[in-house]
């Protein structure tokens, strides 16, 4: 079974608008952190941001935003006022536990940006 | 500046050869990884060690193996096993320990690795 889900192969969103990418995981740990990674078509992975299980605030970075609702084992990525350089792939991971640095991924959502 | 540098950044292997992908660091990482990306694809992984001479393995390890004798270097070999290697190849590390929770995967520039 699938660890993490991102069921948006590909998204296509105008500039300036607000875009949102899912992402659904699988854990039965208590203690596990979220990321999301941007990957241009250069190949390079860029980290973007970081949602612990105990963090009770959703993280934010710039214009990224982390919409956590632990419940549903759900954590997406919020990118407010696109911009042409957010056309990439974009990858949900999860590292779970406390004793483990097994870090697995999801298959990405690419994302397209519309002048 | 510290990073991580994966060589070669193209590498072709022939029928029933053994190929080596380079993995270093200079971050001080104790943790390393090793990804496997087909194309459109997601990131699989195929090894990680959290320690020198300490490796577990991922979830497609058939047909790669690796060793960490220095905590600087990763290397991953692409056995003749492996049948289907053609793929770009991502390593990455990390920090371990107690405070590693929210520390993100350092990643190289990759390898892609083609059949002749």
């Known amino acids: 079974a699938q660890k993490i889900t991102q069921t948006q192969p590909g998204m296509f969103v105008q500039e300036k608008e607000a875009v949102t990418l899912d992402c659904t995981y699988d854990?039965?740990?208590?203690?596990?952190?979220l990321f999301w990674y941007k990957q241009p078509s250069s190949g390079e992975m860029i980290f973007l941001i970081y949602?612990?299980?105990?963090?009770?605030q959703n993280a934010t970075e710039g214009r990224y935003s982390l919409n956590f609702q632990k419940a549903r084992k759900s954590a997406n990525l919020v990118i407010s006022a696109s911009q042409l350089g957010d056309s990439a792939m974009y990858f949900c991971?999860?590292?779970?536990?406390?004793?483990?640095?097994?870090?697995?991924f999801g298959k990405g959502t690419r994302l397209h940006i519309l002048p | 500046d510290g990073g991580i540098t994966q060589s070669p950044k193209y590498l072709f292997r022939k029928e029933g050869q053994n190929v080596t992908l380079s993995c270093e660091q200079n971050?001080?990482?104790?943790?390393m990884y090793w990804y496997r990306q087909d194309p459109g694809q997601g990131l699989r992984l195929i090894y990680y060690?959290?320690?020198?001479?300490?490796?577990q393995k991922g979830d497609i390890a058939e047909g790669y193996s690796v060793s960490r004798e220095k905590k600087e270097s990763f290397p991953l070999t692409v056995t003749s096993a492996q049948k289907n290697p053609t793929a770009f190849y991502l390593c990455?590390?990390?920090?371990?320990?107690?405070?590693?929770?929210?520390?993100?995967?350092?990643f190289g520039d990759g390898t892609r690795l083609s059949i002749l």
């Open positions: 990455a590390s990390s920090r371990y320990g107690r405070d590693r929770g929210n520390q993100p995967q350092h």
């Open positions: 854990t039965s740990d208590q203690s596990y952190g």
């Open positions: 949602q612990g299980s105990y963090d009770e």
């Open positions: 991971a999860m590292r779970e536990g406390r004793r483990d640095d097994k870090i697995i």
């Open positions: 971050l001080n990482h104790d943790a």
């Open positions: 060690s959290q320690i020198v001479n300490d490796f």
